[in-house]
Nanobody, 125 residues
Framework: QVQLVEAGGGPVQVGGSLRLSCQAT????????WGWFRQRPGKEREGVAA????????YYADSVKGRFAISRDDTQNTLYLEMNELQPEDTAMYYC??????????????????WGQGTQVTVSS
């Protein structure tokens, strides 16, 4: 059974940093697409970052380029999202997701098959 469990969310001040993690069980990283999504209050869910495990290529939404970094640790089967220079508009529930269609990585319309339960990030001044 595939399970994705996020951790690392919480309150943070403007300009601060957080590192989210997503532990995967029952599903390996190889040749998969792994992504981070977020849902801000009153908004639709949006893609934030993705990484193709086959070659490590990464993809970012324009709103987070240069501030967020996605990475993975294959030995721990864990996905990370390093978030820096956080702003109030980054406040959201953050979800990790996985899908076997690695060739579609970077397409934010990809409907990922597996999802975590989410971790809340709240940025305040």
């Amino acid at each position: 059974q595939v399970q994705l469990v996020e951790a690392g969310g919480g309150p943070v001040q403007v300009g601060g940093s957080l590192r989210l993690s997503c532990q995967a069980t029952g599903y390996s990283h190889s040749r998969r697409c792994w992504g981070w999504f977020r849902q801000r209050p009153g908004k639709e869910r949006e893609g934030v970052a993705a990484i193709y495990a086959g070659d490590g290529k990464t993809y970012y939404a324009d709103s987070v380029k240069g501030r967020f970094a996605i990475s993975r640790d294959d030995t721990q089967n864990t996905l990370y999202l390093e978030m820096n220079e956080l702003q109030p508009e980054d406040t959201a529930m953050y979800y990790c997701a996985a899908d076997q269609r690695g060739w579609m990585c970077g397409d934010w319309k990809l409907e990922y098959k597996y999802w975590g339960q989410g971790t809340q990030v709240t940025v305040s001044s």
